[in-house]
């Protein structure tokens, strides 16, 4: 494969319990949902080496596997699930002994990722896994100036078949049990 999988990626301690959080929280494995991070991982490690950016790649990868895990029912804590999400991972990393500072970059990638406006004064990590999901959801129609044959490869070698049906399911379960978290999603100070 051109692409790294998260097994081999996520070699820290720390990014595999993540990931098994991940698969336990949509139980399932290399599922819609996984494939949609792994996606996001890449994508914003190339942007970030396009713009010259040193990132740290396990916050990165880390932030990646839990960037929606706050959608899902056995992680949400019944608030924005952004916020749930950086909350989980705050608790997590902190049980495997992460700097504070570490932590709180990858919490605000989480907590951060549907702002609206540039979060590069919060780190180059955390701007680059927002503007990666963006890339990712509307399918590389917003690419940030990434090589649209670069995109086709990562979306045939990590497909995208069940990503749409997948978070219609948990946006729709989200709207039901926390409707007004979602709309606060949006509209951060
Ligand atoms: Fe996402």
Redesign the pocket.
């Known amino acids: 494969l051109p692409f790294a999988s998260f097994d081999e990626l996520a070699t820290g301690e720390a990014a595999r319990e993540a990931l098994e959080r991940l698969r336990a929280a949509t139980n399932q494995s290399h599922g819609a949902m996984e494939r949609?991070c792994l996606r996001?991982r890449q994508i914003a490690a190339e942007l970030a080496s396009r713009r010259g950016w040193t990132v740290d790649d396990e916050v990165l990868t880390v932030a990646a596997i839990l960037?929606?895990i706050g959608l899902y029912p056995t992680a949400s804590r019944g608030g924005v699930y952004t916020a749930d999400g950086a909350e989980l991972a705050r608790e997590l990393l902190a049980s495997h002994g992460w700097p504070s500072e570490r932590i709180e970059r990858c919490a605000d990638a989480i907590e951060r990722?549907h702002e609206l406006r540039s979060q590069l004064r919060h780190g180059e990590e955390v701007e680059a896994l927002r503007n990666a999901?963006l890339v990712d959801?509307s399918a590389g129609w917003l690419s940030y100036g990434l090589d649209r044959r670069w995109l086709r490869t990562l979306n045939t070698a990590v497909p995208r078949r069940g990503l749409a049906a997948e978070l219609a399911i948990q946006i729709a379960h989200a709207l039901r049990e926390r409707p007004l978290t979602m709309l606060q999603i949006f509209r951060r100070p």
């Open positions: 949609h996001t960037h929606d990722h999901d959801l």
